[in-house]
C-alpha cells in the first residue's frame, strides 16, 4: 500500500504539480486531479503492455529460429566441401568480388552460404530460394524477420506444420487457418479458426470432415477427442446454436462406443437432449 500512495500522491503528484507550475493553470478538485492520474496511469499500463507483446514475438520468432533444422541433413561429404569452400572465402580479401562470381556461375547454395557468414540472411533466404533448398531459405528469412514469406515457402517444401507454427508464433492464426483449408488440410484448418474465434466455420469444416472418416475407425476416434477438448476448453457455449446439437450428438455416439459413457451423457443434455441422457444413464443402471 505504501507503492501505491507513494505512486499515487507522491509520484503522480509531483507530475501534475509541475505541469500546473509550468502552464500557470491548476486543475479543479477533487475530480480532475483524479482523471488526469488515472489517463496517466492508463498510457503507463499501455506502454508496458506494448513492451510486453514486443518482447513475446521477439522470443517466440526466436524459439521458431532454433528449433527450425534442414530438411535433410548434410552429409561428411558436404560438410567437407562447405568447409573447404568457407575456408578459402574466408581467406579473400574481396568477398563481394566472390558474391559476384557465384551469381555469375549460379552456384546459389555457395552463395547463401556466404550471405550466411557475412549475417546477410535476407540475401542468404533469397540465394537458398534459388538453389531450391526451400526450408532453409525459409529458416534465413524468418531470421531476417520476413516470417510469413517464410511460412510461405515452408508450405512449398510440403512443412505444413513448421509453417502454422511459425504464424501462430506471430499471431497469423487466421491467416494459417486460411492457408491450410486451401491446402486441403480441413482437420488442421478447422482447429486453427477455431483458436482464432471463428467457430462457425471450425464447427462447418469439423462436420465436413466428419464425413470422410466413416471408415476410418482410428483416425475418427483422435479427431472426435480432439474436438471435445476443445469445446470444452473455450467453451461449448462457442458452437453456433444451429450446429450444436449435429455436432454434439455424433460426439455423443463417439463416446458411447468407447464405453465413456459419462461424457456421452453430459454432451446430450449439453445439446438438449434431455430425454436420450435419461435413457441412456437408465441402461447403464440396469447393467
Known sequence: MKIVDWYWNDFLGKIISTVEDIVGYELIEPWAPIIVKGAITFFILLLFYEIYLRMSRFW???????????????????????????????????????????????????????????????????????????????????????????????????EPQQAVQLLVSIGKTKKAGKWMEKQGMLDTASFLWWEAGYYKRAVLLWLKWIDTLSNKTQEKSVFFNKIIQYIYKDGIDNIPEKYRKSLLELLSQQMILEKRYDLAVDLLRKCGEHQKAERLLQQLTRR
Open 60 to 158: 517466440r520468432r526466436r524459439k521458431f529460429i532454433s528449433e527450425s533444422t534442414p530438411v535433410v541433413p548434410p552429409s561428411s561429404e558436404t560438410v567437407d566441401k562447405n568447409s573447404e569452400f568457407i575456408q578459402q572465402l574466408e581467406s579473400l580479401k574481396a568477398p563481394q568480388q566472390t558474391i559476384e562470381r557465384l551469381k555469375k556461375e549460379k552456384k546459389y547454395e555457395q552463395l547463401g552460404e556466404v550471405y550466411v557468414s557475412m549475417q546477410k540472411y535476407k540475401e542468404a533466404g533469397w540465394a537458398f530460394e534459388k538453389a531450391g533448398i526451400l526450408k532453409r531459405s525459409a529458416t534465413e528469412y524468418a531470421k531476417a524477420g520476413y516470417t510469413e514469406y517464410a511460412a510461405k515457402l515452408l508450405i512449398k517444401a510440403n
